[in-house]
């Protein structure tokens, strides 16, 4: 009887590092890249860590850790945050376990704790990102006094609604991802939420990596919804002053 446990167990054990390795292949081939310039952008502000800072000239008017879509490149969104570090706003953009939030969401703490000096934090994400974003804040309402939304929602789960934390939710009208989500998902945000609609925008745009499955097509530019959400996200940041 012994024999025949240690050879369940050893059979076991076997199937789990399959199916580990499995996942694992399944999220390098799925992983959306950055494009090379948003890589090349990003390779100038890497850090120690592996974290991607973008810092402004001066004293920051405040501090943003950015966790990065599920499966997308960190890189993808160094153009993005370069935006937000000419406006003032130190930007740090957090790479993630296997390119997934869920496995990172207390990422942000070491942010913080490296940054000391900075007064003002808020945190936020794109997509699965903002969700994790959004779990970090429902247990820890204390750290952050602001939350960037993008594309993304909390989970049915969560509910921030009673929380005070400054909120901006910003999605695109094409998004063919998520939009379905975020009218019964603003209702378990805090009640002054901003939403910030980009008519013609998508999904994938927020970054700068290709198509996404899924996605609907954007009828304005990259440039553009990303423009359009820097402003957004820097008059939240401001507000945290």
Same mark, same amino acid.
């Given at each position: 009887?012994?024999?025949?446990?240690?050879?369940?167990?050893?059979?076991?054990?076997?199937?789990?590092?399959?199916?580990?390795?499995?996942?694992?292949?399944?999220?390098?081939?799925?992983?959306?890249?950055?494009?090379?310039?948003?890589?090349s952008l990003a390779g100038e502000v890497e850090t120690v860590k592996g974290?991607?800072?973008?810092?402004?000239?001066?004293?920051?008017?405040?501090?943003?850790?950015?966790?990065?879509?599920?499966?997308?490149?960190?890189?993808?969104?160094?153009?993005?945050?370069?935006?937000?570090?000419?406006?003032?706003?130190?930007?740090?953009?957090?790479?993630?376990?296997?390119?997934?939030?869920?496995?990172?969401?207390?990422?942000?703490?070491?942010?913080?704790?490296?940054?000391?000096?900075?007064?003002?934090?808020?945190?936020?994400?794109?997509?699965? #990102?903002? /969700?994790?974003?959004?779990?970090?804040?429902?247990?820890?309402?204390?750290?952050?006094?602001? &939350? @960037? *939304? +993008?594309?993304?929602?909390?989970?049915?789960?969560?509910?921030?609604?009673?929380?005070?934390?400054?909120?901006?939710?910003?999605?695109?009208?094409?998004?063919?991802?998520s939009i379905d989500v975020f009218e019964e998902s603003v209702a378990r945000?805090?009640?002054?939420?901003?939403?910030?609609?980009?008519?013609?925008g998508n999904h994938a745009q927020f970054g700068d990596y290709g198509p996404?499955?899924?996605? #609907?097509? /954007?009828?304005?530019?990259?440039?553009?919804?990303?423009?359009?959400?820097?402003?957004?996200? &820097? @008059? *939240? +940041?401001?507000?945290?002053?």
């Amino acid at each position: 009887m012994r024999r025949v446990f240690e050879i369940a167990a050893i059979a076991l054990g076997g199937a789990v590092a399959v199916a580990m390795l499995g996942f694992y292949g399944w999220t390098r081939l799925s992983r959306y890249p950055a494009f090379d310039y948003a890589a090349s952008l990003a390779g100038e502000v890497e850090t120690v860590k592996g974290w991607y800072a973008l810092e402004p000239e001066g004293e920051p008017v405040a501090g943003l850790v950015f966790y990065p879509g599920g499966l997308v490149d960190p890189a993808a969104y160094a153009p993005l945050m370069q935006r937000l570090s000419d406006g003032g706003v130190l930007a740090v953009i957090v790479p993630m376990p296997l390119d997934l939030a869920v496995f990172g969401i207390r990422r942000a703490d070491e942010v913080i704790d490296a940054y000391p000096d900075v007064e003002h934090w808020a945190i936020g994400g794109h997509s699965l #990102g903002g /969700a994790m974003a959004c779990e970090y804040v429902a247990v820890h309402p204390e750290v952050f006094d602001g &939350l @960037v *939304l +993008l594309a993304s929602y909390p989970a049915e789960s969560t509910d921030l609604s009673a929380t005070n934390i400054q909120t901006t939710l910003i999605y695109g009208t094409e998004d063919g991802v998520s939009i379905d989500v975020f009218e019964e998902s603003v209702a378990r945000l805090p009640a002054d939420t901003v939403l910030v609609e980009i008519s013609g925008g998508n999904h994938a745009q927020f970054g700068d990596y290709g198509p996404q499955k899924g996605d #609907g097509t /954007a009828s304005v530019s990259r440039e553009q919804q990303q423009r359009l959400s820097a402003e957004s996200i &820097l @008059v *939240l +940041l401001g507000r945290l002053e």
